[in-house]
Each structure stands twice: as structure tokens, then as C-alpha cells.
């Protein structure tokens, strides 16, 4: 029952609570894992929670609930859950969803659908349910999920009211940003003290959080001005990739900061952070996200440096 994640996803628990008390139900929601082991586990308690007559949150209260014990033994027709099938979600699977969706509630008043990994859908299976998404009939309600994001269509995430559970990050006693990003990078505790004690890393920090303000800001000019310096900094390709890595951390922080969650590695760039929200649109925090997961698979491959960031700076910078 949603209850159960009250204390380790206090925003977003807060958050569905008072939509549904308040009757302000979205009709499509994309629930980020982010990392979250208990992902699967939070979205069926709030399904629960969206389908239970009695608007329970809390299992102690529900021993008289049909519908929600119904929903524990996955027997429950007014949920209905969508699993890709092999590499993609099919465009099959989700008109025979469409077509049971058809009909009104027989139980209660609402009709809910999970579609699990919402990145496996592609622009066929996409376009299949837009419409539905977007102008489903009253009492149907819509929960995606993914792992990240920004994996996910353009066209899908515009739909949908985007939510993201916080990865627990209790190991780590300095939540500082050198010290997340330590633990981010590193496996081992030998490459992670190595980081910890170099003064460098520090200076490889704020460097990335120029780079990508410059770009904001000044755009392709950083190709003259930014990318050398940058290369020399992070001068082979395993420290390009974890270049690479910050900026999509960044980015996701700038994400974070936007959609009021708290920031995951960058506290100590909250002014930064928040200049650059003003300017950038949601869609394209994720489109830059997108471009750089695509860029930093290419750097293992025989690909120049110089070439690669460049590229990266003409990517970011178009509209
Ligand atoms: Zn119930």
C-alpha cells in the first residue's frame, strides 16, 4: 500500500496523496525508477490507492476491501498491466489494450493501465496510442514507468505528467557533490579514495558545470573557446566518458530543479542550476540528456575527441 514508501518517497507520496483527495487525477502519469529497487512495487500501491473504493493507504485499514485484495492476486479486471514483449512494446499489445479499455467500469468508477517500460516503445507503438493517452474517456487513468526518462518519446513524455522516485543514497555519509559523484564513478574503494583526495577532481567538477553554462549560454562559440581546454582536462576516453557522465547528471539535476525535486549531485550549483532551468524547456533538458547518452556510447569506438565534442556543442545548441 502506498503507505509503505511515506518515509523513502516523502515528495511524490505527498504529492499523488493530495491529487487524489483533492480529485485532481492526471490522466497519464510516467513514474521515473531512477534506480529505485522498489519502482514495480510503488506503482501498484498507487494503482491500488487510485482503484480502492475506500481510498485506502494503509493494508491495516483495507481487510474489508474486495478491489484492492482482488489487486493483490493480480486479479483484478479493471487494471490491466502491459509488458514489453521481447525488444519493443507492440503496437498489437496496446490496441487490444485500447479495445478492453473501450468499455466503461464494470467495478467502482475507474479503469487504470500500466505500461511498463514506456523507452521500449518506439514511434509505431507510439503513435498507436497518442490519441488514447492524450483523450482517454472519463475514469481511465494511464501509469508508464521507465528507468530513465529520457529514454522515453518525445511525443510520450509531452502527454504525460512526469513524476520521479529519488534514489536512496544512504551509503554515503558526505553528500557533497565531489563525494556523490565519487561513488557514481568508481566502483572501488581505491579509485574512490584516489578521487576524494585529489584536488583536481574538484577542478574537473566545476569545469564540466562551465562547460555546459558556456553552451547555454553562448552557444557554438564553445566550440572555440571551450573544447580544447576541456580536452586537456579529461585527456583520455575513460575520463571523457566520465565527462560525459556529469554533464547527463547535470542535466538531470537541472531537470530535478525544474520539476521541484531535490537535486541528486549538484547542491553545491543550485545558483547555476537555476539560471539554466529559466532558460531551457523540459523537453529539451531531455533531449540534451538523450543526446549525450548517444554521444558517450561513441566514445570507446575509434572516434576523434575533438570531432565528438564538437559535435556534441552543434547537438546541444540546436533547437
Ligand atoms: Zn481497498
Known amino acids: 500500500m502506498l503507505d509503505e514508501f511515506k518515509s523513502e518517497q516523502p515528495i511524490i507520496y505527498k504529492l499523488l496523496y493530495n491529487s487524489i483527495n483533492k480529485n485532481k487525477i492526471s490522466h497519464a502519469y510516467l513514474i521515473e525508477f531512477n534506480g529505485y529497487q522498489k519502482g514495480t512495487d510503488f506503482v501498484l500501491a498507487f494503482a491500488k490507492y487510485l482503484l ?13 476491501c474486495g478491489q484492492c485484495e482482488a489487486i493483490d492476486s493480480n486479479n483484478f479486471i479493471e487494471l490491466k498491466i502491459i509488458e514489453p514483449e521481447g525488444q519493443w512494446i507492440k ?41 488514447f493517452l492524450e483523450e482517454p474517456s472519463e475514469g ?15 511525443t510520450i513524455k509531452s502527454r504525460c505528467q512526469l513524476l520521479s522516485l529519488i534514489r536512496p543514497q544512504d551509503k554515503i555519509k558526505n553528500k557533497d557533490t565531489k563525494s556523490l559523484l565519487a561513488y557514481h564513478t568508481y566502483n572501488n574503494n581505491e579509485d574512490i579514495n584516489n578521487f576524494l ?41 575513460k575520463q571523457l566518458e566520465f565527462a560525459f557522465n556529469w554533464m547527463i547528471l547535470y542535466y538531470k539535476d537541472i531537470l530535478n530543479y525544474k520539476l ?17 532551468a529559466d ?3 523540459i523537453l529539451k533538458l531531455c533531449k540534451n540528456i538523450e543526446i549525450l547518452v548517444d554521444l558517450s556510447e561513441k566514445i570507446k569506438f575509434n572516434v576523434n575527441n575533438t570531432m565528438l565534442l564538437d559535435k556534441l556543442v552543434i547537438k546541444l545548441v540546436e533547437g
Open 260 to 276: 521541484k525535486r531535490p537535486l541528486e549531485y549538484f547542491f553545491q550549483y543550485e545558483k547555476d542550476i537555476s539560471i539554466l
Open 279 to 281: 532558460s531551457i524547456n
Open 140 to 154: 481511465i487513468i494511464a501509469i508508464l514507468t521507465t528507468e530513465n526518462i529520457y529514454q522515453v518519446l518525445g
Open 52 to 64: 480502492c473504493p475506500n481510498k485506502y493507504t494503509n493494508s491495516k485499514l483495507c481487510g474489508d
Open 197 to 237: 583526495n585529489d584536488e583536481c577532481s574538484s577542478t574537473k567538477i566545476d569545469a564540466i558545470v562551465e562547460y555546459i553554462n558556456y553552451i547555454e549560454k553562448h552557444k557554438n562559440k564553445a566550440i572555440i573557446y571551450k573544447n580544447k581546454p576541456l580536452l586537456e582536462l579529461f585527456n583520455d576516453k
Open 91 to 131: 503496437k498489437e499489445q496496446l490496441e487490444e489494450l485500447q479495445k478492453e479499455f473501450s468499455k466503461k467500469a464494470l467495478i467502482g468508477n475507474k479503469k487504470v493501465y500500466i505500461i511498463k517500460g514506456a523507452e521500449k516503445l518506439n514511434n509505431a507503438s507510439a503513435n498507436s496510442i497518442l490519441k
